[in-house]
């Protein structure tokens, strides 16, 4: 088992900034990648930023020039630097992480999802 502990959303107005962080512990024995999926009310997840374990990052064309995906491999966390926020930005943001983990003396391929931040950006 994995577990993702999300932190740093809340209110800000257009044009400000926030940091999300995501600590993952537990049975880990690798990382591939870690990232945020962000999922606004009536519309789809969809991928916000994502980095891998050998630093590879990937944005959305909506946040490019404006996010900062980053990671602390040594705590297992990621962090998501938004600045620049728009009222579109507004989303319950999810921690995502893919890797292998130890169970019954093996290791095996898993993700988990974090539980949500909500992001509210006032216009």
């Known amino acids: 088992q994995v577990q993702l502990v999300e932190s740093g959303g809340g209110l800000v107005q257009a044009g400000g900034s926030l940091r999300l962080s995501c600590a993952a512990s537990?049975?880990?024995?690798?990382?591939?990648?870690m990232g945020w999926y962000r999922q606004a009310p009536g519309k789809q997840r969809e991928l916000v930023a994502a980095i891998t374990s050998g630093g590879t990052t990937n944005y959305a064309d909506s946040v490019k020039g404006r996010f900062t995906i980053s990671r602390d491999n040594a705590k297992n966390t990621v962090y998501l630097q938004m600045n620049s926020l728009k009222s579109e930005d507004t989303a319950v943001y999810y921690c995502?992480?893919?890797?292998?983990?130890?169970?019954?003396?093996?290791?095996?391929?898993?993700?988990?999802w974090g539980q949500g931040t909500q992001v509210t950006v006032s216009s």
């Open positions: 537990g049975s880990i024995f690798s990382i591939n990648a």
């Open positions: 995502y992480w893919n890797g292998e983990i130890i169970r019954s003396g093996g290791h095996y391929l898993h993700d988990y």
